[in-house]
């Protein structure tokens, strides 16, 4: 079992930035991938970023390329995602997950831990 809490979500005007982390507990960090997505109502979770266990390899969604980065810390068993030039379309719950495995994944069902959930909200 691993237990993820997200935090550093929050309110912020489009333009800024803000960084959300999400620690891991449970099991060996670094067996993990780690991935964020987001979902506002009534729509899908959709993907965001993903990091594999030793954190050289990542990928984004186009939605974000060149303006969001994902990284981790193995030691202190804690992910990240930074997120800067942020827009209104940015609004959305961020979940981080967790999928056991050496690569990177960017499905959903690859995922077989969740986080609760943090709040990015970006006014226009």
């Known amino acids: 079992q691993v237990q993820l809490v997200e935090s550093g979500g929050g309110l912020v005007q489009a333009g800024g930035s803000l960084r959300l982390s999400c620690a891991a507990s449970g099991r060996t960090f670094s067996n993990y991938a780690m991935g964020w997505f987001r979902q506002t109502p009534g729509k899908e979770r959709d993907f965001v970023a993903t990091?594999?266990?030793?954190?050289?390899?990542?990928y984004y969604a186009d939605s974000v390329k060149g303006r969001f980065t994902i990284s981790r810390d193995n030691a202190k068993n804690t992910v990240y995602l930074q997120m800067n030039s942020l827009k209104p379309e940015d609004t959305a719950v961020y979940y981080c997950?967790?999928?056991?495995?050496?690569?990177?994944?960017?499905?959903?069902?690859?995922?077989?831990?969740w986080g609760q959930g943090t709040q990015v909200t970006v006014s226009s």
């Open positions: 997950a967790a999928a056991y495995g050496d690569s990177f994944y960017s499905r959903r069902d690859q995922y077989r831990y």
């Open positions: 990091i594999n266990w030793s954190g050289r390899t990542t």
